[in-house]
């Protein structure tokens, strides 16, 4: 059996990773939707 010393490093580096990965994708996801909102106004300027 492993020591409690060293899981819990593992499982803190994984949280601390995944927290990062999350963010990056709500930036992803905001950063798209503002092409989308910004590319559907300039469609009904057009028209």
Do not use: H, Y
Not at 13 to 32: F, M, P, Q, S, Y
Request: charge should be neutral; hydrophobic fraction near 40%; proline fraction near 4%.
């Amino acid at each position: 059996m492993r020591s409690p010393l060293f899981i819990l490093p593992v499982l803190a580096l994984i949280t601390l990773t995944a927290c990062e990965t999350v963010k990056g994708v709500g930036r992803d996801v905001g950063n798209t939707g503002e092409v989308i909102t910004e590319s559907s106004r300039q469609v009904q300027k057009d028209l």
